[in-house]
């Protein structure tokens, strides 16, 4: 069909706009991140220790004082115009809420006592004002953004939310109140915003790798049950209260992570697989909305071994959750290793480019955590590991890298939103489609969602 022929008949279509009954599936969400990348160390920068409260204590608490508080600049829109140019097409937003409630902070020096200065439920409207302003960046750009909890969970001693049954009972209310604010604040974005539960929430005893692997005897049956129950719990409270927030909430793709958002990578303990076995699919009132989220940092020292802990990886993954109905996510990835050693780089390279193309291939989409754009390179913008960059990028798109495809089919495309202007002619394309339309005159004009 040529051209002006396609025109003609998208002239005709009748004009659709967004709604929550349009949203694309979570399988389908999944493809079009493609890759993405973490915003890390900015929204969710935080003190981290009740016994030295040192942001509350020497600054004035405003958005900026915590967003620039471990090394990172002031964001700017430009950064996330880089990412999508560079071929990205999601960003993770990482966000730690607590010390953006009620909590007054009364500090003994540098100590906090939170059980005397409770940090409430209500989110300080500043606070969720600059996180608004962040997400609108991303979104502007067409790209998918993430919005989380995240240093909320955790090992260090100002995490609320721990998993535990008698931790879920005692923060039930909060964490959903919580998630009801956030929930109303964007319940008109787009499926281009996607809620994620919460982040790496570890049992009482900080256990990595499985629950109550920190325990004495490196596994207690009661501790670990406990742990991937509260797990479960969270992630049902998190679902029924998205769902019953109205407005596109109504059918949002959401994201739940397994205990710890552990993999289930290793042969070293029977027990590794266990967050993955015992993580469950929350009941929802609509199908095909919800992802499933794990976290790889693997040591690349051996290349080959790492190679293949990719795969084993991916097949466990397949296995115990994908099989319950949800695709899956590496919300956050990189290497373990000391990058002093001979080879780091090369096996670094060719190590980024193998996870991605595996991740590719079986539909899992990727979030690199932070290292792309660091520190002073974030306010030019401009990349500090561009070899690391081009390697994950040719891990998704192959040797030529990204670019920009002109024209692309429109007879698979699954649903009609978004309304432009085109040579005076009011219009609707597919929310996966095409992405420029050649004109009759000869130019192009750039078709996105947030134009």
């Not at 955790?154 to 929930?183: C, M, P």
């Not at 539960?197 to 499985?210: G, Q, R, T, V």
């Not at 002109?406 to 597919?430: K, V």
Request: net charge negative; proline share 4%; charged share 20%.
């Amino acid at each position: 069909m040529n051209t002006k022929a396609i025109l003609t008949i998208l002239l005709l279509t009748p004009v659709l706009t967004t709604s929550a009954t349009d949203f694309e599936t979570a399988t389908s969400a999944v493809a079009n991140m493609r890759v993405g990348w973490n915003l890390g160390n900015t929204l969710d920068s935080n003190s981290g220790d009740i016994n030295n409260m040192w942001i509350e204590k020497w600054t004035s608490r405003r958005p900026s004082d915590y967003e620039t508080a471990w090394g990172q600049p002031i964001t700017k829109p430009q950064l996330f115009q880089m990412f999508k140019q560079a071929g990205f097409n999601a960003i993770r937003v990482p966000v730690t809420w607590y010390p953006h409630m009620q909590a007054h902070f009364t500090l003994n020096g540098t100590a906090w006592d939170p059980a005397n200065d409770d940090i409430g439920t209500k989110i300080q409207t500043q606070w969720i004002t600059r996180v608004h302003q962040i997400v609108d960046y991303v979104i502007n750009q067409g790209m998918y953004c993430i919005l989380n909890i995240h240093h909320d969970t955790g090992a260090a001693n100002t995490a609320w939310l721990v998993a535990s049954e008698d931790h879920y009972a005692q923060q039930k209310e909060r964490f959903e109140e919580v998630w009801r604010q956030i929930a109303e604040e964007f319940k008109d974005y787009d499926q281009h915003l996607i809620f994620e539960a919460y982040n790496e929430m570890l049992d009482p005893y900080h256990s990595w790798c499985f629950a109550s692997f920190a325990t004495p005897s490196n596994y207690d049956a009661d501790v670990a049950n406990s742990a991937y129950n509260a797990i479960n719990s969270y992630a049902q409270s998190f679902v029924d209260v998205v769902r019953s927030n109205g407005g596109n909430n109504a059918q949002r793709n959401l994201i739940v992570s397994t205990y710890g958002a552990c993999c289930g990578s290793g042969t070293w303990n029977t027990h590794l697989q266990d967050p993955l076995k015992n993580m469950q699919l929350p009941a929802d009132i609509v199908s095909d909305h919800l992802i499933f989220e794990v976290h790889s940092y693997p040591d690349i020292k051996d290349l080959n071994t790492a190679k293949s802990e990719v795969r084993q990886t991916i097949s466990a993954l397949k296995k115990h959750l994908v099989s319950k109905g949800a695709p899956v996510i590496f919300g956050e990835w990189g290497t373990s290793t000391d990058a002093a050693y001979d080879n780091y780089r090369d096996n670094m390279l060719a190590f980024a480019r193998y996870f991605v193309q595996q991740a590719k291939a079986s539909n899992i989409a990727t979030f690199y955590w932070m290292g792309l754009s660091d520190g002073a390179h974030r306010s030019v913008p401009e990349f500090n590991q561009t070899d690391l960059k081009d390697a994950i990028i040719k891990g998704y798109y192959g040797d030529e890298g990204y670019t920009h495809i002109t024209t692309q089919s429109t007879s698979n495309a699954p649903e009609i939103s978004s309304c432009y202007n085109l040579q005076g002619g009011r219009i609707s394309f597919p929310q996966q489609g095409i992405n420029i339309i050649r004109m009759t005159d000869g130019t192009s004009r750039k078709i996105s969602r947030h134009q």
